[in-house]
């Protein structure tokens, strides 16, 4: 009897032995991929993003001249909620664009085949109006400023001013280079839509993305249809998938040295290609040319000013902002000034890359890159003086 009682005691301590490692190990094991999963949510883009500081703290209110610093403060603080609640959505053909917005400094309609800035035009709508489609990147998006204060609400002004009775239609988008806007010039044709006069304004976006020749995002793009695909066959299989995604493996190829996916960033899956920005920029010239010449609208070319050449400093914020996005071609700016200007032979292209050289650079640009009110309105003035000189406002 007291073998029998000795060996149930032996079983009980060794069931609950066992059940207290278990127990010890689950535990464990929950904790490292939790700990696994808040790593790579601190080392996410989007987090990222959020931990480098908010757009508001670095944009200048120097360079908004027409709003007391207070409000344009305010305004900043839009484009923080903007970046960071899912600013992009999808567009075939197109890529990554900015989303439909409200806000009292920045709305962005809904349209097709992509999302419109909202333009304040200067004067009602009127029977018979005109229509001048306005494309480029950011720059022509207006990004750092309201919506009363972007290159198209400002050239909508200087028609006005002038007599003119022209609408405004701003499709330029955060990261557009050439060849998105070819891509939107051409599904608005092929959708039926027509303009009078397309004015295309780019530069610094084609320095930096036209060496590979795909638009901005596209790793993410690729990242989120290689997850749906690791989605889709976990769905469908009865055994367990541990896909490369999978928290726990990431951090242990990140440990080991290891890059897994293809998509992990953008120099990586699409980097190995070089080609030359200004082919690929007058290959898209050419191109939107003889598009606009079948469904008879008129077209203008602007080469826009940036930070990087024609102002004191540029040297060193070629140097700076070259290193922060990875993208060498930036300290080539002066070069590619120069030789656009030799290249490019098309009678609808502009040249407006130097309109600022004898301004400050605090007070053009509201950021590193991008213009404030008064860079905005010169640079739609210089716009409107271009279209003016070929005779295309009639």
């Not at 060996?7 to 278990?22: E, F, P, Q, S």
């Not at 993410?220 to 999978?246: H, K, M, V, W, Y």
């Not at 930070?307 to 590619?336: N, T």
């Not at 098309?346 to 007070?363: N, Q, Y």
Request: hydrophobic share 40%; proline share 5%.
């Amino acid at each position: 009897m007291s073998g029998e009682t000795t060996a149930l005691k032996r079983l009980r301590n060794g069931v609950v032995t066992t059940a207290i490692i278990w127990l010890a190990s689950s535990i464990l094991a929950l904790a490292l991929i939790l700990a696994c999963y808040v790593f790579t949510w601190i080392r996410s883009p989007a987090a990222a993003r959020s931990d480098q500081g908010l757009y508001s703290s670095a944009a200048r209110t120097s360079a908004m001249l027409s709003l007391p610093p207070s409000e344009a403060r305010q305004c900043f603080k839009t484009f923080d909620a903007f970046m960071n609640d899912r600013q992009y959505r999808y567009r075939p053909w197109v890529g990554a664009v900015d989303r439909p917005y409200r806000s009292s400094c920045l709305n962005v309609d809904d349209g097709d085949p992509v999302p419109i800035r909202r333009t304040v035009e200067a004067s009602p709508k009127r029977a018979g109006q005109k229509t001048i489609w306005l494309f480029g990147g950011s720059t022509q998006f207006g990004w750092g400023v309201p919506d009363s204060k972007t290159i198209a609400s400002y050239l909508s002004a200087i028609l006005s001013g002038a007599g003119a009775t022209y609408s405004v239609v701003n499709y330029g988008h955060t990261g557009l280079y050439s060849s998105q806007e070819a891509a939107i010039f051409t599904a608005l044709l092929r959708h039926g839509q027509r303009s009078d006069v397309a004015v295309f304004l780019d530069g610094v976006n084609d320095l930096h993305t036209a060496p590979q020749d795909f638009p901005l995002l596209t790793y993410r793009i690729e990242a989120g249809f290689l997850n749906a695909e690791d989605a889709a066959a976990l769905a469908s299989s009865r055994q367990i998938i541990i896909t490369p995604s999978f928290p726990p493996v990431r951090v242990l190829n990140r440990l080991l040295g290891r890059r897994v996916s293809a998509a992990n960033t953008e120099q990586e899956s699409f980097g190995h290609t070089d080609y030359d920005p200004l082919s690929i920029y007058q290959f898209n010239v050419s191109s939107i040319e003889q598009l606009a010449d079948s469904a008879n609208i008129k077209i203008a070319f602007f080469w826009q000013p940036t930070p990087l050449d024609f102002l004191a400093g540029a040297e060193e914020r070629r140097k700076v902002i070259a290193k922060a996005l990875a993208s060498p071609q930036f300290e080539r700016a002066p070069y590619f000034n120069v030789a656009v200007r030799q290249i490019v032979k098309s009678k609808s292209f502009h040249f407006i890359a130097d309109i600022f050289k004898d301004e400050r650079f605090e007070s053009m640009y509201v950021d590193s890159i991008h213009y404030g009110d008064e860079g905005s309105r010169r640079v739609a003035l210089a716009i409107a003086t271009g279209l003016k000189s070929a005779g295309l406002l009639n």
